[in-house]
Every structure is written in structure tokens, then in C-alpha cells.
């Protein structure tokens, strides 16, 4: 949690880098690095990160990121007894030549790779795609790298949902910036059930009130208060969808004292009431 650069050790003697995690939780610190990265979220849970968005994650899902999208992905309080297992492949722009995305044949992944500097995430995808992502560390020769390129190939086809709409927060020059956001949303993603004091967070920032409060708006385009509720009513809609509890306990549990307030919230970043959301989700 203590560097926002993350340095990817891509080994001279292949093309890209593939690698599995499993374990306890999902802690990433909120991070960039200079190579595109294709998760697959074999299992686990919880809240993700991205350059000014935050938006809840599940396993099954695919998510895929161009060099320098800021991101990190935290597990959901209650489902941290879970274990978190990801399948992380990294790669260059150029691992293929610079011209490789230029051909006729790979006009459709060089507009996939272009996507990506938006954040991308994929869901309901193919148990026959899913797998092949998962085999692709189990391949040898110019079968590890057919894989690889056939799994760009079906996401391209795809789709997929952007994550940013515009803001991509650039690399080097804000490390800095990054490592303080970083502990921010640290402190917020542990203490949003309950108390969440922006006094702490300017603390944590090591900023008067003042500068905190313009400093978190200029980086984020959004005030504070406005980001704790996004981390609040993202875990209200996984446990409006997933579980029976009453709205009322819902309300409670994400960290709010006044259920109309709540029911507010809810609806200004949804467009629905929480009963109206539940609904909805289990008519689909």
C-alpha cells in the first residue's frame, strides 16, 4: 500500500507474463504500471478501484486495463473468509513488433487494446472463453501465445463495459498524488461500515481540512463525501441482490444512520429505490 507504481518484471525471454494468485484477500494497492493487464476473477469478491470510478467486482468477471489506468481491488468486509484467486496476464504494447496491430487481420484487437485505456470489464462471459484464459499458463511454445491471442480475440468480439468515460489519471509525474489517493481510499474502503471522518482522511493526507478538500477534488472530480458514498450505496446494491436483509439493516450495515437518507443516496446513484432495485434484480 506504500508505492503507487507497481514495476512489472516482464522476463527478456518471452513475450508476456502470465501469473496466478491465490490468496486470503484482494489488496492490491491503488496502482499503475506501463503494460496492459487482463484479470480473470476466478473467485472472489468485492469493491474495485479505478482511475475516479469505484464499482463492485465479482468472480467469473474479466477486467482489462491499458498502461497507466489507475486501479486496485479491495474485498467486501463481510466476504473476506473467502479466498480471492486471479489470473493476471501482462504484456507490452510492442511485445509483437510495432507494427503487429497495424495488419488486417488484427484491426479488431488493436481497437480492443485502444478500448482499454478506458478500463474494461467483461461479464457473462463463456465457460469455454474462461477456461481458455485460465490454460493459457499451462500451454508451451506458440501454443501460450495462440491462446493468449485467441482469448483477446473472443473479448474484442465481445465488447465489454467501459469503466471510464474519460479520465485516465496519467503515470509518473503523480506517484506521489497516487500514494496519497491511495492510502485515502485505503481508509475509506476499511471504515465505510462505519464511521468515515473527513478530518481523518485530510489526516491521513497529511493536509489542512482546506487543501484536502480541493486536493481530493482536483484528483477525483468529485468532493469526499460524494466518494464515501459511492463505496456505501456499491455495497448496498451486493446485498440488496445477494441477500434477504431488510432495507432497513441494509442501511445500517453500509455505514448510514437515517434510512432516508439513505433511500436519497440510493436513488440519486442508482435512479431506483433499494426496494425498487432488488426487485429488478431478481426479476432478471
Given at each position: ?33 506501463d ?30 486495463f ?59 462471459l ?11 499458463g ?83 472530480k ?45 436513488k ?17
Amino acid at each position: 500500500m506504500e508505492v503507487s507504481y507497481e514495476k512489472i518484471w516482464l522476463n527478456e525471454k518471452t513475450l508476456f507474463l502470465f501469473r496466478e494468485f491465490i490468496q486470503h484477500r484482494f489488496d492490491s494497492p491503488f496502482h499503475w504500471h506501463d503494460e496492459y493487464e487482463l484479470i480473470y476473477l476466478k473467485k472472489g469478491q468485492g469493491k474495485l478501484v479505478a482511475g475516479n470510478r469505484v464499482l463492485n467486482f465479482k468472480e467469473g468477471e474479466v477486467y482489462f486495463f491499458a498502461p497507466r489506468v489507475s486501479h486496485a481491488f479491495f474485498n467486501i468486509p463481510e466476504k473476506e473468509f473467502s479466498r480471492a484467486h486471479a489470473v493476471v496476464v501482462h504484456f507490452t504494447g510492442n511485445f509483437l513488433g510495432d507494427h503487429f496491430w497495424k495488419k488486417t487481420e488484427t484491426v479488431s484487437l488493436a481497437g480492443l487494446l485502444k478500448k482499454a485505456g478506458h478500463g474494461l470489464v467483461f461479464r457473462q462471459l463463456s465457460d469455454t472463453l474462461l477456461r481458455r484464459f485460465h490454460c493459457i499458463g499451462k500451454k508451451k511454445g506458440i501454443e501460450r501465445l495462440t491462446e493468449l491471442l485467441l482469448v483477446l480475440e473472443q473479448l474484442a468480439k465481445a465488447g465489454g463495459e467501459r469503466i471510464l468515460l474519460k479520465e485516465n489519471l496519467p503515470g509518473s509525474s503523480y506517484k506521489e498524488d497516487h500514494q496519497v489517493l491511495e492510502k485515502v481510499y485505503r481508509y475509506v474502503a476499511e471504515n465505510f461500515q462505519h464511521a468515515v471522518h473527513f478530518s481523518e482522511a485530510a489526516r491521513i493526507a497529511h493536509m489542512h481540512k482546506a487543501a484536502f478538500c480541493r486536493f481530493f477534488k482536483r484528483k477525483t472530480k468529485k468532493n469526499f463525501s460524494a466518494f464515501v458514498n459511492e463505496i456505501r450505496i456499491a455495497h448496498a446494491q451486493n446485498l440488496l441482490s445477494e441477500t434477504d436483509k431488510k432495507v432497513i439493516d441494509v442501511c445500517y450495515e453500509c455505514g448510514y444512520e437515517s434510512l432516508s437518507y439513505f433511500n436519497r443516496q440510493f436513488k440519486l446513484l442508482t435512479g431506483y429505490t433499494p426496494r425498487e432495485f432488488r426487485k429488478r434484480m431478481r426479476s432478471a
